[in-house]
Nanobody, 124 residues
């Protein structure tokens, strides 16, 4: 099993920045591509960003492209989400996810492991 623990969420004003981290533990050798998803109150979970195992391929939702950056440090078994120019509509619980395949995808169903989530609140 792989355990994922997110951190770095909080309250920030619009235009501000936050950096989310997701640390993997357990059977981390089976961790391949990783992604970030979010769910706002009353809405379905949506894709935010994904990164391949090597870090060479990344995908972003159109709504965050140019503002968010996903990266990873395999030596630390950690993936990051740098969020800049935050908007009130970015308010959500952010979830880290990992899959056994090294290929990044944008589909939540492709991911095998999920963290508990971290709350991000952007005030206007």
């Amino acid at each position: 099993q792989v355990q994922l623990v997110e951190s770095g969420g909080g309250l920030v004003q619009a235009g501000g920045s936050l950096r989310l981290s997701c640390a993997a533990s357990g059977r981390t050798f089976s961790t391949g591509a990783m992604g970030w998803f979010r769910q706002a109150p009353g809405k379905e979970r949506e894709f935010v960003a994904a990164i391949s195992w090597s870090g060479s391929i990344t995908y972003y939702a159109d709504s965050v492209k140019g503002r968010f950056t996903i990266s990873r440090d395999n030596a630390k078994n950690t993936v990051y989400l740098q969020m800049n120019s935050l908007k009130p509509e970015d308010t959500a619980v952010y979830y880290c996810a990992a899959r056994t395949s090294r290929v990044a995808t944008m589909r939540g169903l492709d991911y095998n492991y999920w963290g508990q989530g971290t709350q991000v609140t952007v005030s206007s």
